[in-house]
């Protein structure tokens, strides 16, 4: 594990993407990612919220080391989020390698995150670690393999707060048990536009599941993004978990893909017209709002889909959700913008993107 | 698309809102959609719920009110106001208040899931423990002596080098 000079590491990561967005795996026409998340606490440690400035970072050193001695990955580098600034925090946040909650956070907290992206282990969170495995497309029972194996790996160095009834305590009850929260992303545009979406919502929440935005807890939705997790964390094992989720996503996917054909059939030229002219207004505007743009690239996505629009790859236009995102703009530009100059910024650079 | 709430400018911002099952579409103009943003209705946040939640069930708030851990120094109604635990001994502290709520936002009270190996390590020993005492139990009432003390030994040495509990 390596903490070289950690602003550059963040711009090297600026022009390009983790793994989990190629838009390669099962169904990953609409399925954009699945993610697993682990929260754990160390034994004899107060939570976060009782914590003092000095157990903080006595737990952020203690939880440091083990990560660095597990051997979870060579290639992990760990940042101290005290040490970089909001807009590098943002990025990580839009990158999906923090949460919110722990950039806006306080005092000794980090992450630990590979080359590839698609594991990250937030220090001082909410909790004093969570883990997090995220995958390209449909792939929950790949990314809890991956996840078991690294919790294995640092509970034979870390004591872990456990017990038999509860599980593994957390500083929050939602999370208590398993402190498994395991999600899948989807792009939903046609049951959106069809207004069937609240019948997919319906059907989830009977199952104890629920619907979140692109940026989990509390957020918008916005470009069709959903995010599709388990509430319950109690009484049922992470395997029983993961097959929930599991079960109910081929019926949501092949809802939408019914929904997508019912608008080809009924209305091709509507639909074509709404696709194309997403498509000229990337290639075109020079001002561009970040929700505008999601809206944008969510037609042009399943434009893509449905094979009307032949010329860009999923890769792009998966990656173009995150790179245009506020934090990333600013470190592709490295200074701070307002939100006029990341408009004109984000409008230049999909047509850079677009013209290739 | 005219903005749906000035009607003047051009709408830029699509909002989805989720109000229970039921969602909305919003068509906007920038401006307007920043004044509104602070009245927009989000998907709950987990906290959010934890707290509705709180306050649907636990009306026991009399009895627990003054309970305070000893480990962490949090009380139970400290926790009911920011809806977070102060440290794992809480689970125990605060057990009469938390069981409803687990049950109300799990169904469950009771783990089924993984077991650290080194939990399981000490449910292992905790057993073996139990069987060794009701051994012990057995000699006494036999008058055993013998068998009783190397009982007794054995379970000094088990029970010596665990700190749980
Ligand atoms: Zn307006
Ligand atoms: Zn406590």
């Known amino acids: ?356 | 698309m005219k903005c749906e709430s000035c009607n003047k400018k051009h709408a830029t911002v699509h909002l989805t809102e989720i109000v229970g099952t039921v969602k909305k579409e919003r068509h906007l103009c920038e401006e307007c959609a920043q004044s509104i943003n602070t009245h927009l209705t989000k998907i709950p946040s987990p906290t959010e719920i934890l707290t509705s939640l709180i306050n649907q069930v636990a009306p026991e708030i009399n009895e627990m009110s003054k309970i305070v851990c000893p480990v962490c120094g949090l009380s139970y109604l400290e926790f009911r106001s920011h809806g977070r635990l102060g440290c794992a001994m809480d689970y125990t502290i605060f057990r009469k208040g938390l069981i409803p709520l687990l049950e109300k936002m799990h169904s469950s009270t009771q783990h089924v899931g993984k077991v650290p190996s080194r939990a399981g390590k000490e449910l292992i020993k905790k057993n073996e423990l139990m069987q060794l005492r009701s051994e012990l139990n057995k000699a006494v009432e036999k008058e055993d002596y013998e068998r009783a003390a190397e009982l007794r030994d054995k379970i000094y040495e088990l029970s010596g080098d665990n700190d749980e509990d």
Request: include cysteine; aromatic fraction near 6%; charged fraction near 30%.
């Open chain 1, 1 to 356: 594990m390596s903490s070289q000079a950690t602003t550059m590491k963040i711009s090297d990561l600026a022009d390009n993407t983790g793994e989990w967005l190629r838009g390669t795996g099962p169904e990953s026409d609409i399925v954009i990612s699945s993610r697993i998340r682990l929260a754990r606490n160390v034994a004899r440690f107060p939570f976060l919220s009782r914590a003092n400035v000095k157990q903080k970072k006595e737990l952020e050193e203690i939880i440091r080391d083990k990560i660095k001695d597990s051997d979870i990955s060579q290639d992990l580098c760990y940042l101290n989020l005290a040490d970089i600034t909001p807009v590098d925090r943002l990025f990580l946040v839009e990158r999906h390698l923090i949460s919110r909650e722990h950039a806006g956070g306080e005092g000794e907290r980090g992450v630990a995150f590979g080359k590839s992206e698609t594991v990250s282990l937030m220090v001082n969170e909410e909790d004093h670690l969570r883990i997090q495995v995220i995958r390209s497309g449909f792939e929950l029972k790949e990314a809890w393999k991956t996840i078991d194996e690294i919790d294995n790996k640092l509970e034979k160095k870390l004591n872990y707060a456990y017990s038999s009834r509860f599980g593994y305590l957390t500083a929050c009850p939602t999370n208590v048990g398993t402190g498994m929260r395991a999600s899948v992303m989807l792009h939903l545009p046609a049951l959106g536009m069809t207004h069937h979406i609240e019948k997919v919502f319906n059907a989830v929440m009977k199952l104890g599941l629920v619907v979140r935005g692109l940026y989990g807890e509390g957020t918008q939705v916005s470009g069709d993004l959903y995010q599709i997790s388990n509430q319950f964390t109690l009484g049922k094992s992470e395997t029983e978990i993961i097959e929930i989720i599991e079960s109910v996503i081929p019926r949501i996917t092949s809802y939408e893909r019914m929904a997508r054909k019912a608008l080809v059939s009924e209305s091709r030229e509507q639909l074509e017209d709404r696709v194309w002219r997403s498509y000229g207004m990337l290639k075109v505007a020079r001002l561009i709002s970040s929700e505008e743009i999601m809206h944008l690239l969510s037609q042009v996505r399943m434009g893509v889909n449905l094979g009307i629009i032949k010329d860009i790859e999923m890769k792009t236009l998966n990656e173009l959700f995150i790179l245009t995102l506020p934090g990333h703009l600013q470190k592709l530009e490295g200074r701070e913008l307002n939100s006029t100059q990341r408009n004109v910024i984000r409008a230049s650079y999909v047509r850079k993107r677009l013209e290739k």
